[in-house]
C-alpha cells in the first residue's frame, strides 16, 4: 500500500495574493466548492488578521465547505492567532498554519534578532495556536536558504511544542531539486521527533523548479505538498497542483499516491483563471491550451496509430474530452449548452441566453469556436451582468492621416450618456469619451492586450489596471474588436470605483 500524500491547497492564500486575482467573498466560496470536489485535503483559505474581506471569507467558506480541513494562515503573534481561531470556528475540520522566518536574512533583517530568540517564538506560536485547535501546521519561512542544523532545531522543538505538521518553505524559489530533497532528508534524519509530525513542502517557482523541488521533497519523506491551480502564486507562482497530482498517477516509481479525482482538473483550472482574470499559457502543463495538441503531421499520425505514441497521460483523465458536436453559427442554444455542461459551467437559462448572443456574433466572424472561445463568452457574460456601467454604443473613427475620433454612449444607472472625443489612437480616443463621462480623475496604470489563438479573426482578451484617489481597480473583457474589448475592460474597471 503506498503512503498518502496530502494535498494543501493555498489558490486561496498564496495564489490570491497575485496582484490582480483579488476575489471577492462568493468567489472564493465556488473555488473552494471545486477543490473540494477535486478532492483537495486541505484549503488554506486566507490570511485572516489580514483583512475583514479574508477573515469573512474564511468563516463563509468553513460553513459552506465541510470535508477538506480549512486552514488559516498567521504570523508568529499571539492576536494573529485568536483571529484565525475566530475565523475558524465554524469549521468542521480546522488547521491554523503560524511561523516565523528562520534563515539569517530573516533574523538578522526582518526581526533585528538571533537564532534562539526565533526559535523561541516559533515554539510559543505553536503552544499559542494549540490552546485553540488540535491541527498546528508550523512554517519555518524562508527554510530554503535557513542552515539545515539550525532548521532541524527548530522543526525538533515546534513538534515538541505539538506542531501536527511543519511546513518547509522555498519562500524565495532558489533551491535547486538536489539541494530541496537532501533538506528533506537531512530533517527526516537528524530530527528525533520527526515521525510525529508531517513534513509539508511548500516551493516558489521563482528559477522554475516548483514542481521538481516539491518532488524531490517528497521522494525523501515530505507527505504534504502545498500548491495551487495552474501554479499561480506570488511572483513566478507556486509549484501547480495539476503537475504534482499527474506526476503521482502517471510515474509508478513514485511511492505515494494523492486522493485527487483528476477528471476535475481541467474544470477547475478554467474556473480560477477566469475567476482570477489570469490567463493559463498556451503550453502549461496539463492545463494548457496546447498540452494535449498535436500539430505535426508525424505526431498526429503516431497518435491516430496508438494514442500512447505521443501521450504520456489520457486527456480524458484530466477532463479535457474532445466533442463530436461542432459549434457553427448556425448551432442552437441546445448545443451550447451541451458544451458548457461538458466544460462544467452552470448558467441559468437568463445567462445561457446572454452567452447565446455572444456566441452567435462571434461565430458569424469566427470559423472554429473553441473551449477557450466558450470560456471567455461565459466569464464576459458573468461580468457584464455585474457592471452598473454599460457600454451602449461605440464608433470610432481612426486610420491613416486621420485624427482618431470615438463617440460613446454609455448607460449609467439606466441612463444614456453620450460623449465624443479625439485621442492617439481609436483606444485612447475611446477612453477619452468614457472619461468625461465619468468625471473621476483616473489613471490608467497597466493596459494588456493579448490574443487567444492565431487567426486575424481571434478574439482579443484585454487587462486593464487604473488608479483612483490611491486605489487600483482591474478589468476585463474580450472581444474580436479589440477597441471594443479594451472600452468595455475600462468600463469594468471603472464601475468598480462608482
Ligand atoms: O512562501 C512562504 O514562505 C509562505 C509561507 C507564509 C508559508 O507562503
Ligand atoms: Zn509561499
Redesign the pocket.
Known sequence: MQDKLFIFD?TLR?GEQVPGCQLNTVEKIEVAKALDELGVDIIEAGFPISSPGDFNSIVEISKAVTRPTICA?TRAVEKDIEVAADALHFAKNKRI?T?IGTSEYHIKYKFNSNQEEVLQRAVAAVKYARRFVEDVEF?A??AGRTDNEYLARVVEAVIGAGATVV?I?D?TGYCTPYEYGAKILYLMEHVSNVHKAILST?C?NDLGMATANSLAGVLNGARQV?VTINGIG?RAGNTSLEEMAMIMCSRKDVPVRTDIVTRNIMKTSRLVSTLMRMPVQPNKAIVGRNAFAHSSGIHQDGVIKNRENYEIINPADVGVNESAIVLTARSGRAALKFHYERLGIKMSPEQLDEAYKKFLALADRKKDINDADLYVIAGVTEAEQKRRLKLKFLQVVCGKSSIPMATVQLVIDGEICTATASGSGPVDAAFNAIRQLIHRKVTLEEYLVQAITRGSDDVGKVHIQIANQGNIYYGFSANTDVVTASAEAFIDALSKIV
Open positions: 493555498t498564496d494562515l498554519h511561523g512554517y519561512e524562508d511546513n518553505p519562500t511548500h516558489h502545498e506570488e
